[in-house]
């Protein structure tokens, strides 16, 4: 992970103007939140509600089980959350001095925030939306109009908008808003694609997962869907659900979110969160696994899994040379940093062994401050369909904690980001902006005759989510592994969400459970002291 920033001087007196103005500007509704949707009778969500009650439920142990979970991203949070909610001993270790994984942010001197992605939360989420309820922060989350946004390469800064109708059920208003959107497909291309989804609609889940072979190229092809709809639609969405294009990118993936955004009515509508993740998500859950007992430490890298003679996990061995032992063991970081700590016995092992084609995707995440309040933008996220950003959203209108009437901070999406990641900064603050000037034609010019930039924050990611290439999907790991008392939690291991919060979040549920079901073994394993987690140096 690097992160860098820049910042154009600005003279004290020119401060004093942008503080002024902050405080004079007189009271006006510039940003109106749309209510949050009726998500609690979906089936999905009371099935997620119902996986949350069971840990509350559960039968108290007799000895809580002291649960060593290494990273604190959203899937290390969950697993910690949900067990501490079964009345279990979850200590959280995280590397890093910030939480989060990879939705972290950090502050800069100005007191601004700066994020890892530009993070969406759908109505689709519905484990990601029992957490928020559940935590009593469902008014954290800034709800948009039901639309999806995208800019028209062919017609710079005009966009065109896919809007649908809250009086019409699923799939109804899915269907209605690509029908009524002509700007993008012609009714042609509509039909040849509505009749090359067919099969998907009528055949469920079990259809999907079978189409995780081909890439989204090779499917639409396969059906009869002419290029221009990939062109126009799949580039966009294949970047935005996992940063890379769609001859790469399985199909499976976009069958999964076409499916919940067309089965649910409020599927996918969007919100943001309110501010920075670390703060209005992350700490919620820290505060209420540390409010049952459980214990969260930063600044905690792991070294090395050492093992027992059996192959079973001793300890985890920390950088600064402390030990920390525990009943069972939770690996929670990315697919990427696993692998590189797998201890050499089990390498061999096929369930360990199969990771290998489990490779992380790179990703930049630009945000720029403008002199400016641009004026060519929504508050909502927007498709760019440039061939090297993804989705963007200005920031200073979309989220409150960032909120500034007078300057825009975009926040960008680069992606795919595999030939950039190793450049410098300027040269892709200067490869952004030759595409903002496209998306800003009368605000924006690549060489700042415009709109002047105040100061930027460069992201990269050189792994990220895992990459959903086809034939992925035999390869992710169940969250219990071979290896007693060792388990894993990650958008990366089996669950339908594939790579997204919601996958983590109910990455991390399933390994609770895999836990809490595997309560009289790890108890009856008896040689480590049950009643505190033991820390050696």
Partial sequence: ???????????????????????????????????????????????????????????????????????????????????????????????????????????????????????????????????????????????????????????????????????????????????????????????????????????????????????????????????????????????????????????????????????????????????????RLCMPIVEHIRSLGGEVRLNSRIRKIELEDDGTVKNFLLTDGTTIQGDAYVFATPVDILKLLLPDSWKEIPYFKRLEKLVGVPVINVHIWFDRKLKNTYDHLLFSRSNLLSVYADMSLTCKEYYDPNRSMLELVFAPAEEWISRTDSDIIDATMKELEKLFPDEIAADQSKAKILKYHVVKTPRSVYKTIPDCEPCRPLQRSPIQGFYLAGDYTKQKYLASMEGAVLSGKFCSQSIVQDYELLAASGRRNLSETTVST
């Fill in 1 to 279: 992970m690097g992160h860098n920033s820049f910042r154009i001087p600005i003279s004290s007196q020119a401060l004093k103007t942008r503080t002024r103005r902050r405080t004079s500007c007189p009271l006006q509704v510039v940003c109106v939140d749309i209510p949050r949707p009726e998500l609690e009778n979906t089936v999905n969500f009371l099935e997620a509600a119902s996986l949350s009650a069971s840990f509350r439920s559960a039968p108290r142990p007799a000895k809580p089980l002291k649960v060593v979970i290494a990273g604190a991203g959203l899937a290390g949070l969950s697993t910690a959350k949900y067990l501490a909610d079964a009345g279990h001993q979850p200590l959280l270790l995280e590397a890093r001095d910030v939480l989060g994984g990879k939705i972290a942010a950090w502050k800069d001197e100005d007191g601004d925030w700066y994020e890892t992605g530009l993070h969406i939360f759908f109505g689709a989420y519905p484990n990601v939306q029992n957490l928020f309820g559940e935590l009593g922060i469902n008014d954290r989350l800034q709800w948009k109009e039901h639309s999806m946004i995208f800019a028209m390469p062919s017609k710079p800064g005009e966009f065109s908008r896919f809007d649908f109708p809250d009086v019409l059920p699923a799939p109804l208003n899915g269907i209605w808003a690509i029908l009524r959107n002509n700007e993008m497909l012609t009714w042609p291309e509509k039909i040849k694609f509505a009749i090359g989804l067919l099969p998907a609609m009528v055949g469920g889940q079990a259809y999907v997962e079978a189409q995780d072979g081909l890439s989204v190229e090779e499917w639409m092809r396969k059906q009869g869907v002419p290029d221009r709809v990939t062109d126009e639609v799949f580039i966009a969405m294949s970047k935005a659900l996992n940063f890379i294009n769609p001859d790469e990118l399985s199909m499976q993936c976009i069958l999964i979110a076409l499916n919940r955004f067309l089965q649910e009515k409020h599927g996918s509508k969007m919100a943001f969160l309110d501010g920075n993740p670390p703060e």
